[in-house]
């Protein structure tokens, strides 16, 4: 049995977490913690560090649950505050939880590697300032934005009333030709369960915010699993077949 432990901002797509712990299989498990966050998406708001004792008050409960690793499941909780202190949040969770510690926004970045590209597109729920943050704390990770959408959505809670035609309508809206990939940040987004329909419509991996964040968690327990419903990402070699 692996165990992954994932601080989840609010209470939004929480719901995409056991259906991607079903696809991975009976010998992972996925312990999720809530945690308080503004849900707004406004770029001052994000720019700014969640405070540590928030993300670390309740990880010792993961601990004591048999949590191999810890992940914090808030795209932009990651990548606002900018590439440094991003490294500093991820390093304090993890001196806190006694385990290895990583963020949604650093699995972004790692995942794209893993699947051997460097050119990607962004669609993104978040208005425009905020996608730029994204954006520019993938190009500090070495990886190139050729194109990026905003749909302009003013709340995460706005964002988790969309369905398969609302996630289908925002994968369709960026221009994909010079992207070896599809980025979909937000963690408030429900898409554990579109994700081969994504990539049939669009014919290149698309990497999704909660489906990376499990990915990160499997990434630092040095676990890699074959998953083909949840996507090109969960395809690669060596294969752990569940």
């Not at 990880?59 to 606002?80: D, I, K, N, P, Q």
């Not at 972004?108 to 699947?115: C, N, T």
């Not at 698309?206 to 074959?226: K, M, S």
Request: charged residues 20%; proline residues 5%.
């Amino acid at each position: 049995m692996t165990a992954l432990g994932v601080l989840y901002p609010g209470h939004f797509a929480e719901d995409d977490y056991p259906r991607i712990e079903q696809l991975l299989g009976s010998d992972v498990r996925v312990d999720l913690v809530h945690v308080g966050c503004e849900d707004a998406y406004r770029a001052a708001a994000v720019r700014e560090t969640v405070p540590a004792e928030r993300l670390t008050r309740n990880v010792e409960g993961l601990r004591l649950a048999g949590a191999e690793a810890v992940v914090w499941a808030s795209t932009s909780g990651g990548f606002g505050p900018g590439r440094h202190d991003a490294h500093t949040q991820v390093r304090t969770l993890a001196q806190a939880a006694g385990m290895p510690a990583s963020s949604t926004s650093f699995g972004f970045v790692h995942a794209v590697r893993e699947i051997g590209v460097r050119r990607v597109a962004v669609a993104s729920p978040y208005p425009e300032d905020v996608t730029a943050l994204f954006a520019d704390f993938l190009r500090a990770g070495g990886i190139e934005v050729v194109a990026a959408h905003s749909a302009g959505a003013a709340t995460a809670a706005e964002v988790a009333g969309w369905g398969e035609p609302e996630v289908l309508a925002l994968a369709g809206a960026v221009d994909t030709t010079g992207a070896g990939a599809l980025l979909l940040p937000d963690t408030a987004l429900h898409t554990a369960s579109h994700i081969p329909a994504l990539e049939e419509r669009l014919g290149k991996p698309v990497l999704t915010a909660n489906q990376v964040t499990v990915w990160e968690g499997l990434r630092l327990t040095d676990r890699r699993v074959n998953a083909p419903d949840l996507g090109a990402l969960f395809m690669r070699e060596p294969i752990v077949q569940v």
